[in-house]
């Protein structure tokens, strides 16, 4: 079992819909990272978290510690959001795990 | 300027060949890393460097030599690769790799796409 879990693996969507993916993971963290890679394989970081919740634009982080849990959403999701979305967690030793990604497809 | 720069975007090269990968940020960050990332997998850290020494190392084979040069600069050196290196090497920087606050992030390169024959 990996130590950072993601789902779903896969996602489409209607443009306009309200999306969600989420992170579970099992071992202890100083912080969470959710990234966004694009075809051609560029990594850009949207949220550093390490409590409660941000937002930018149309994206929300959400983590709760306790239940070890991360929540990504987009709100009126559109095609260009089209990526794959990573997790990744900092452990308490600074190690960096990463999740196995979630790959989303937002259709016009 | 938050950009981290990397060349080439694509390599290919026999497992003769002695090639290098090069990294670049001018955002001040003190901590550079390389990733090795295959297709359709979540990357994977290779090494770390903290005020231009070597931080981590996550046991990566001889066959690849990182260098930093000066804090500006991240070269990964390639000598003896075997094709199961063809793979995706993303560069990522941060202002310090001890200083996790909440405004700490990687910003990560475009990649050097690398197919080994």
């Known amino acids: 079992k990996n130590e950072v879990e993601q789902s779903p693996q896969n996602l489409t969507a209607q443009e306009g819909e309200f999306i969600t993916i989420n992170c579970s993971y099992s071992?202890?963290?100083?912080?969470l990272h959710w990234l966004q890679q694009h075809p051609g394989g560029g990594i850009v970081s949207l949220f550093m978290l390490s409590s409660g919740k941000k937002k930018h634009g149309r994206l929300i982080a959400t983590i709760n510690i306790q239940e070890k849990h991360s929540s990504l959403h987009i709100t009126a999701s559109h095609p260009r959001d089209s990526a794959v979305y990573i997790c990744a967690v900092r452990e308490n030793t600074d190690k960096l795990i990463f999740g196995t990604g979630t790959r989303l497809q937002v259709f016009p | 300027d938050t950009e981290v720069t990397q060349t080439p975007k694509h390599l290919v090269m026999g497992m003769t060949n002695k090639k290098s990968l090069k990294c670049e940020q001018h955002?001040?960050?003190?901590?550079m890393y390389w990733y090795k990332q295959k297709a359709k997998k979540p990357p994977e850290l290779m090494f770390v460097y903290s005020y231009e020494k070597l931080s981590i190392n996550e046991s990566v084979p001889s066959r690849f030599s990182p260098e930093c040069p000066n804090s500006s600069l991240l070269n990964l050196h390639l000598h003896a690769l075997q094709p199961e290196d063809s793979a995706l090497y993303l560069c990522?920087?941060?202002?310090?790799?001890?200083?996790?606050?909440?405004?700490?992030?990687?910003?990560f390169g475009p990649g050097t796409r690398l197919l080994v024959l």
């Open positions: 990522a920087s941060s202002q310090d790799v001890l200083a996790w606050t909440e405004e700490e992030t990687q910003y």
């Open positions: 071992v202890g963290i100083s912080a």
């Open positions: 955002m001040g960050h003190r901590a």
